[in-house]
């Protein structure tokens, strides 16, 4: 069956900043995605009401368009050797791994000044030349990772949404001869760890809640808008925040007297204060492939929920700005993938 008639992403990361995003680039590598995915252009087009003295709003040559701006979302799977650069586009840029190979990189969901790093995405198939499009400056505004209840027999692999912001969609071929980044590997809901405990223990220094993590999806914000300005262009120059980035949590934990403890209990607690814990959640893959996800939870409620007969803690909350990630949570990718 010929590759045309699926949905192709490509990737290519853009010389620019979220401040300056620059030219669309050429893409070097393929990126895999679980579904079609749709390229949107708005150019808030509009007739203006003109009222004179006949019953039809709309005049002849009256329309015109505004700014424009363009949107996708992503579905795909957490593979350790591609989640980087969606990560580049959400979380932090400019990131440089450390190691020999393997290589680690981290990245913090940052609270201070953006790096963030814009990408061209091209998309769609070559049926007719006017099929592919791209999408020019792209960053992610919203982020959910994670994965579903488990139950046996059953795969469960990480996915990810990802809720692409761009500054324009253009009609534009696809970079011919690339190929996908060689051994992608899906992170596995079922080889998922919790390790959690107070807010003052090192990240590296919690205690495995073993035996109990069902699922857990994160859902990062970071509250992206375009910035326009008056010019000879119907486009937008950078990026901005409308508002501070925050996350929320999901998390299905069986019923133990340390999940007892440690979130129905701080949570149901006579205090007044909001109870916080420290989270890793650390997933292996082959060798020495790790990906972990590191965060600092406000636990906000604990109903019960059912999972294939059991019952188990439904934990739910928002992040908080913890003070050693110097943001509210991080990520970080052991890997064989050397520079992006």
Same mark, same amino acid.
């Given at each position: 069956?010929?590759?045309? =008639? ?21 893409? @070097?590598?393929?990126?895999? !995605? ?21 019953? =039809?709003?709309?005049?002849? &040559? ?48 940052? &609270? ?7 990408? @061209? ?29 488990? $139950? ?6 990480? @996915? ?25 590997? $899906?992170?596995? &809901? ?10 003052? #223990? ?16 994160? #859902? ?33 934990? &069986? ?30 893959? $082959? ?24 019952? !188990? ?10 003070? @050693? ?16």
């Amino acid at each position: 069956m010929s590759e045309n =008639v699926f949905n192709l992403i490509q990737f290519g990361r853009q010389a620019g900043t979220f401040a300056a995003p620059g030219s669309a680039v050429a893409a @070097t590598f393929k990126y895999p !995605v679980e579904a079609a995915v749709n390229f949107d252009l708005d150019r808030a087009s509009t007739f203006p009401k003109q009222d004179v003295g006949r019953n =039809v709003r709309n005049r002849a &040559g009256s329309g015109f368009h505004g700014l424009r701006a363009a949107s996708a979302t992503l579905p795909a799977h957490v593979r350790f050797e591609d989640i980087m650069d969606i990560l580049e586009m959400h979380a932090a840029g400019s990131v440089t791994p450390t190691g020999g190979g393997p290589y680690t990189w981290v990245y913090p969901c940052e &609270g201070g000044a953006p790096t963030l790093i814009p990408y @061209t995405i091209q998309g769609g198939n070559n049926d007719v030349a006017e099929a592919p499009r791209r999408l020019r400056s792209a960053l992610i505004d919203q982020l959910t990772i994670g994965f579903a209840a488990l $139950t046996a027999p059953g795969a469960y692999p990480w @996915t990810l949404s990802a809720e692409v912001v761009a500054l324009d969609r253009e009609i534009s071929a696809l970079t011919a001869s690339l190929a996908p980044r060689t051994g992608l590997e $899906t992170v596995q &809901g079922h080889l998922s760890r919790l390790y959690e405990g107070v807010t003052g #223990t090192a990240f590296a220094s919690l205690a495995e809640l073993a035996g109990s993590l069902k699922s857990f999806t994160l #859902t990062s914000t970071r509250a992206l808008a375009r910035r326009a300005y008056g010019s000879a262009s119907d486009l937008a120059t950078s990026f901005g925040f409308t508002d501070q980035s925050n996350a929320t949590f999901e998390a299905l934990v &069986g019923i133990s007297a340390t999940a007892k403890t440690d979130f129905h209990d701080i949570w149901n607690s006579a205090g007044g204060s909001l109870g916080e814990r420290r989270w890793r959640i650390q997933a292996a893959g $082959t060798g020495t492939k790790m990906f972990t996800i590191d965060l600092r939870a406000g636990i906000m409620a604990v109903p019960d929920d059912e999972v294939d007969g059991e019952r !188990v803690f439904k934990v739910t909350g928002e992040l908080v700005d913890d003070s @050693t990630l110097n943001a509210p949570w991080q990520a970080t990718v052991v890997n064989s993938i050397s520079a992006l």
